[in-house]
Structure formats: C-alpha cells, structure tokens
C-alpha cells in the first residue's frame, strides 16, 4: 500500500507533465509564427533604414577611389652649356627657395664678360676722342667764318675804293680770291662737322650693342648658378654629375613643387550634379591608414576623361553599351610636416555637398 500511495504521485506529475506538453505543443507554432514575423519586420526595417541612410549619404556626400595626390613638376635644365663644377643636392632631397643646386664652370664667361667690358670702354673712349674732333672743327668753322666775314668786309671796301679809283683792280681781284677759298673751306669744314657726328651717333650704336652684349655675358655667368624657385624635392631620377658636360635642354633631374598639392578624384557622372567649387572634402590616403586630409573642391572638369583622350569613343555606328563616365574634379590640399603628402599616391575623396 505504502507502494502504491508512493508511486500514485509520479503518475501524476507524469500525466500533469504529459498534459503542459500537449498545451505548449498547440501554442508554439502561432507564436513562433509571431515571433518570425516581428523578427523579418524588425530585420527589414533595419536593412531599409541602412539602405535609405546609405543611399541618403551617398547623395550628400559623393565619394570616390578612383582619386591620386597631384603637384607641379619642373624640369631642371641648364641654360648654359658647359662643364659641371659642382652639385649641391641628392635625390629625393627637400630644398628651400633659393638653394644652390648646381653650378657651371664659371671661367669662359666670366672671360667674356671681361672682354665685353673691354670692347665696351674702347668703344666709349673712341666717342670721346670724336666728340674732341667735333669741337675742334666746330671751333675751326666758327675761326673760317669771322675770316671769311673780314674778308668780305674788305673786299666790299676795295670795291668801293676801285669804282673811284683809288686802289687798282687787282687787289679786288684778290680780296675775292681769298673770298671764295674761304668759302670752299668753311663749306669743307662743315661737312667735316657732319661726317663726325655721323661717326658718333654710329659709335653711340655700337655702344649700345656693346653693352647689351656685355649685360647678356652677365645674364650667362649668373645662369651658370642654378638656385631652387620654389620650395620642392628633388625627385629620385637624378642624372647630373660633377663634371658632366651639359647644355641646354638637357633634363638633369626634376623638382616636386612643395607649395601647391592637390587630389584629381574622378567622380560618376551621377555624382557630379551636386558637386561645386568651393565645396569642402576629405581626403584619405591608403600610405596614411586613419589620418584626414581636408581641403577644397578648386575645379570641376568640363569634359570626362575619356573625352580629353587620344582617340574619344565614337558610338555613332554598332552596338552601343552605356559605360558611366567619370569627371576629373580637383580639390587643393595642404602639406602636413607630419604625414607629408607623395605625387601620385592613391587617395579617396569625398565631399561634403551639404
């Protein structure tokens, strides 16, 4: 009997057990029907709302992969041919505006710019000396003329005198001999007055060559010291030596402007519409993992790249496939001492259109 009282409660907790499962049986599939849909909702509202808050956040804010740093370039070539004397820079080098990069061997133009200064002086010293010979044949003129004036005086009185005869006709004769010999020699001493100052304006020209001939000589033995214009790198294709002859046109090594730096993002054509100059943007290199650059929108293309390219797509004829094109936009950045910006490393840009 004690058996059986025993046992009769875990039959019963058997069959309550058995009776709970058979409830829940009929319950769970109208609630994890519930609970599915509750589940896929909340699920697809989200994947809206992420969907809606990227698509929202492209439009404002156009971005772009397709993007490199960019900087000016300048080809150092001499402007004088000669020998390399001595060179100041290595490659890859920063170097402030009015560095010595180089100089030429000085010695033949320093030679010609002595002897430009010699010819020079010559030349001056000559005009001098005609400048004394105009005066002394103005002076001699001046001296023939009251000569040729007292003659003439004395020969209007002799005529007098003749026609009442006092004095012979012979020495009339004579005061107008004289007379006319005077004459011919002022007449000479003028044109020797012209061929002087003829000669002196002709020396004054040949100075004037001389001189700007004296002033390049100058102009070429500066050239032969070659200073940085700008603050920039000197790039890592270096081929210049000591001793190396070179003239111009010569491209010895380039330097990488430091003053001016930019990114050409190359943006969809979908993206463009919103996009204006001035706009602010940010700028991500990969060689900087996490550190923004900012900087400005300065110029937006007017035509894509493949318009400005050496043989442009022509879709008049065949089959024709619509292919986005892409609009170079250029936005300026500044140089960070920290994170120093390299030409052509590959960037991503976004601007912000807001």
């Known amino acids: 009997m004690a058996t059986d009282k025993m046992l009769q409660p875990e039959g019963d907790e058997t069959l309550n057990t058995q009776g709970e499962d058979s409830k829940t049986e009929k319950i769970s599939p109208s609630k994890q029907k519930q609970k599915t849909f509750v589940a896929v909702t909340a699920v697809a509202g989200a994947a809206g709302a992420g969907l809606l808050a990227y698509f929202s956040h492209s439009h404002y804010f156009p971005s772009t992969n397709d ?3 960019q900087a000016y370039t300048i080809n150092v070539s001499p402007y004088v041919e000669g020998y390399i004397k001595t060179i100041n820079v290595v490659p890859n080098k920063f170097v402030k505006k009015g560095t010595l990069l180089y100089e ?3 010695l033949p133009f320093q030679l010609t710019v002595k002897q ?10 000559k005009k001098a000396s005609l400048e004394k010979q105009l005066l002394q044949a103005q002076q001699g003129l001046n001296d023939q003329a009251e ?3 007292l003659i003439d005086l004395n020969d209007q009185r002799y005529k007098f005198l003749e026609k009442r005869q006092v004095v012979s006709l012979e020495k009339s004769q004579e ?10 020699e002022v007449n000479s001493a003028r044109l020797e007055i012209e061929r002087v100052k003829t ?3 002709e020396q004054e020209g040949n100075i004037k060559a001389l001189r700007a001939a004296m002033n390049n000589a100058k102009v070429n033995l500066n050239y032969t010291r070659y200073y940085a214009p700008i603050d920039a790198y000197v790039n890592n294709n270096f081929s210049i030596r000591a001793g190396q002859y070179v003239k111009p046109g010569d491209v010895m090594f380039k330097l990488v402007d430091n003053t001016q730096w930019w990114v050409d993002a190359n943006f969809m054509e979908s993206q463009i519409g919103r996009i204006r100059r001035g706009m602010p943007a940010n700028i991500t290199l990969d060689m900087y993992p996490g550190v923004k650059f900012y900087g400005n929108v300065t110029t937006i293309s007017q035509g ?3 318009y400005y390219s050496l043989l442009p797509p022509q879709n008049a004829t065949g089959n024709w496939v619509k292919v986005p094109q892409r609009f170079p936009v250029q936005i300026k950045l500044q140089q960070n001492s920290r994170h120093p910006l390299r030409a052509g490393s590959t960037a991503r840009a976004q601007v912000n259109t807001l």
């Not at 430009?116 to 010293?125: D, F, G, L, R, S």
């Open 104 to 106: 030429i061997v000085p």
């Open 304 to 306: 894509s790249g493949a």
């Open 67 to 69: 993007a490199y740093v």
């Open 199 to 201: 000669l002196i304006l």
């Open 147 to 149: 000569r040729l004036w």
């Open 116 to 125: 430009k200064e010699m010819e020079t002086e010559a030349a001056i010293h």
């Open 175 to 184: 005061f107008e001999a004289s007379k006319q010999e005077l004459k011919a």
